[in-house]
């Protein structure tokens, strides 16, 4: 049987279409829409840039159907030749993220990592440096300041890390690596990066540049 060092990685994004109002809603609520969709637009570019540098397969999965149906391609230059999905219609962020790692192992998959599209500080390096950790680690997660994470890969679906979790809260972090270690998994931990959430969240990207 090969080993997961043998197999190709995986990273699967989690983003949104950059329409006006239907992004960035917390940020908006203290900026305005127009000027929280120009920001959604800047963490799209640069989660892009980190992703094609990283040289890694990717695939992204949009949280909704595009409007109007159409290539990826065509309207979308953040993600020039990626393919692309819909998550499914879960009831929870967990049910949807282990669908899309589910489809990555069920396609070949050896490691699969996750990300979003909220965190300016994602590098190409740290992109590498998880699939490097997953060698030697059952999981990896990138914390987030928030209490969330920003990445989390895996050489195998853990479908218990996405159970009985309140996501977007600053508990998601602590409960996951709970589960972990009741479940034996080897973590390893990348460095806690700022996810850009709210206007205090910006703020604070904004005076880090």
Not at 87 to 110: I, K, N, T
Request: hydrophobic share 50%.
């Amino acid at each position: 049987m090969n080993s997961a060092a043998d197999q190709p990685g995986h990273l699967l994004i989690f983003a949104r279409e950059p329409v006006l109002g239907r992004v960035k809603t917390r940020l908006a609520a203290g900026i305005g829409a127009e000027a929280a969709l120009a920001t959604y637009r800047e963490l799209l570019t640069l989660t892009a840039r980190a992703i094609a540098a990283a040289g890694v397969p990717a695939t992204v999965w949009l949280a909704e159907e595009p409007v109007p149906p159409c290539e990826l391609a065509q309207f979308r230059p953040e993600w020039p030749g990626l393919p692309w999905r819909v998550q499914p219609p879960a009831e929870s962020l967990g049910a949807r993220m282990a669908h899309a790692f589910s489809a990555a192992f069920a396609a070949g998959a050896g490691q699969a990592v996750i990300i979003g599209t909220d965190c300016p500080g994602l590098s190409a390096k740290l992109l590498q440096r998880a699939f490097e950790l997953l060698l030697s680690h059952d999981v990896v997660l990138g914390p987030a300041a928030d209490g969330g994470y920003y990445l989390l890969g895996m050489n195998k679906l853990e479908p218990e890390l996405f159970a009985n979790k309140d996501w977007s809260t600053a508990t998601v972090l602590p409960d996951t690596l709970a589960d972990a270690v009741r479940l034996g998994l080897r973590v390893a931990q990348l460095p806690t990066l700022h996810d850009v959430d709210s206007a205090e969240d910006l703020a604070i990207w904004r005076m880090g540049e």
